[in-house]
């Protein structure tokens, strides 16, 4: 198991995440790392804060939280994004932020369609 506490910090009553957000992907999901940042795709385009809202939903649902306690603090016309995660301890964060990133590893060279 690696480290994960690098694309996180601990605010007071939560965690803020960086993110790097691919938007207009084929699928939305977690993909990796990015430097010191959680890499995610999201197949909503980039307009009117749909690829936001896109990813803010995703990194709840990676999280186990609820989408009320994920707030956009950094990055809104930008791939580099922090999101503010309430109501998660940093011990938490840290195990379900390493099972998404090994489930992401174990999807690399997969292929992302179904053969016809």
């Known amino acids: 198991m690696s480290n994960v506490s690098h694309l996180f910090d601990v ?4 965690v803020i995440v960086r993110v790097h957000v691919v938007p207009g992907a084929g699928r939305t999901a977690v993909v ?3 430097g ?12 009117e ?5 896109a990813a803010g939903a995703l990194v709840a ?10 707030e956009l ?3 809104e016309k930008s791939r580099a994004k922090r999101f503010k995660i309430g109501g998660i301890e940093a011990d938490d964060a840290e195990t379900r932020l390493q099972a998404a990133l090994d489930e992401a590893d174990s999807q690399v060279g997969r292929p ?3 053969p016809s």
């Open 11 to 14: 605010a007071d009553d939560g």
């Open 36 to 47: 010191d940042a959680l890499k995610v795709r999201v197949a909503a385009p980039p307009l």
């Open 49 to 53: 804060g749909r690829a936001n809202e």
């Open 32 to 34: 990796g790392r990015h």
């Open 112 to 114: 992302r369609r179904r």
């Open 61 to 70: 649902e990676t999280l186990g939280v609820g989408a009320a306690s994920v």
């Open 73 to 75: 603090s950094a990055g």
